[in-house]
């Protein structure tokens, strides 16, 4: 399919909102170990690092760059009141906090519930404008920031599930629910298979967020799956690299999915199939219509036929749709368990079977 003409505005509006989450979750009193990097390079000689090789105060200033120029792109930066820069009072803001830390200040905490209502205000600015722009452009800031607070707004030992920072808020029905349809509303501005695979793996997480044991153990996982998920939208350019090669292209879960889904023409089509192969080899139902008299068999040879014959063109008709959706799927869960992250041994080859009903075409 062509890519839509405000694509690359709508992606801007995905890495804007990802920022969003990135710069808030790195200034957090308890910032994610996993997330702010680690520094892999000697600096004796100053080598020039790569993004995985950076250190945790490069990784910090290169988010709030990236919030600042994203911002002002996308022309969301001035505040309403007095036209005054976000991104740049924000900046201050975690700066200043970064000092009070470093100097064990009683007011660090003070100055970080400053700084998260500064982003909460910015936040609620960037999705007004947007919302009037375009809802496209809303959708994918809320996307992008969305599947980054899977990772930057997890607080890890947050114990009740209602708390905005708990495995069982992020992970719960209610918030995959709405990432499912915001990746369907841009199906178009992705790269094929990347809405309905990133979708298959949020499903997956969700399980792990359920199971206490298993979700303890995937907390490292989670940074680079977001950091997938990241690459993915922005940076594969073909998904269908991912796709597995198979010895047998058939699976037990997926024939029953599709069954399910499509039973109702499969059963029409043996129905009719039946008829037609009954009208024509078994002489005694030709008999038991020849009673009701000569006319009326005809009639009713030719209703039967016409049944037979539009039933059997029904499911000829349906056979591409069901075929193309099988082998759809089967590819889907392939990129799927391509970019997953999740620890074995509860990783599972049908990743995105929970949500594949959802997406019914």
């Known amino acids: 399919m062509p890519v ?3 694509a690359d505005v709508v992606l801007t509006a995905f890495r804007l909102g990802w920022c969003v989450a990135e710069v808030r979750g790195r200034n957090r009193p308890d910032a994610p170990p996993g997330g702010p990097g680690t520094r892999l390079l000697s600096c004796e000689g100053h080598p020039l690092p790569l993004q995985g090789e950076r250190s945790a105060a490069e990784l910090f200033i290169q988010a709030h760059a990236a919030l600042m120029a994203l911002a002002d792109k996308l022309g969301v930066d001035a505040n ?9 009072e924000v900046d201050r803001c975690a700066a200043a906090l970064v000092n009070l830390r470093a100097a064990s200040s009683a007011y660090a905490l003070g100055e970080w519930d400053k700084l998260a209502g500064l982003i909460y205000m910015f936040d609620s600015h960037i999705q007004n404008c947007l919302a009037g722009k375009s809802p496209n452009e809303l959708s994918g800031y809320q996307l992008g920031r969305g599947l980054a607070e899977c990772y930057w707004a997890l607080d890890p030992a947050a114990s009740d599930p209602a708390s905005p920072t708990a495995w069982g808020f992020l992970f719960g029905t209610t918030r995959i ?9 841009l199906s178009d501005y992705l790269p094929s298979y990347t809405a309905r695979a990133i979708a298959g793996t949020l499903a997956l997480w969700r399980s792990v967020a359920a199971d206490e044991t298993w979700r303890n153990n995937a907390y490292d996982s989670l940074h680079m799956q977001v950091s997938r998920w990241y690459r993915f939208v922005l940076q594969v350019p073909d998904p269908a690299s991912l796709v597995l090669p198979r010895k047998w ?24 199939v039946a008829l037609a192969i009954a009208l024509i080899n078994l002489p005694h139902i030709n008999e038991t219509i020849h009673h009701f008299g000569p006319g009326i068999s005809g009639v009713w040879k030719a209703i039967l036929a016409i049944v037979a014959a539009t039933g059997i063109a029904r499911i000829g008709f349906s056979t591409p749709k069901i075929v193309r959706r099988y082998s759809d799927d089967l590819n889907i869960d392939d990129v799927a368990i391509s970019i997953s992250t999740v620890p074995p041994p509860q990783r599972r080859r049908q990743a995105t079977v929970p949500v594949n009903d959802a997406w019914k075409r």
């Open 4 to 6: 839509p003409d405000d």
């Open 80 to 88: 309403p009141a007095d036209g005054a820069s976000f991104s740049k």
């Open 249 to 272: 292209p058939l699976s037990a879960k997926l024939t029953l999915r599709v069954i399910r889904l499509y039973w109702s023409v499969i059963v029409i089509g043996l129905l009719s």
């Open 177 to 185: 629910k709405e990432l499912h349809q915001l990746l369907m509303s």
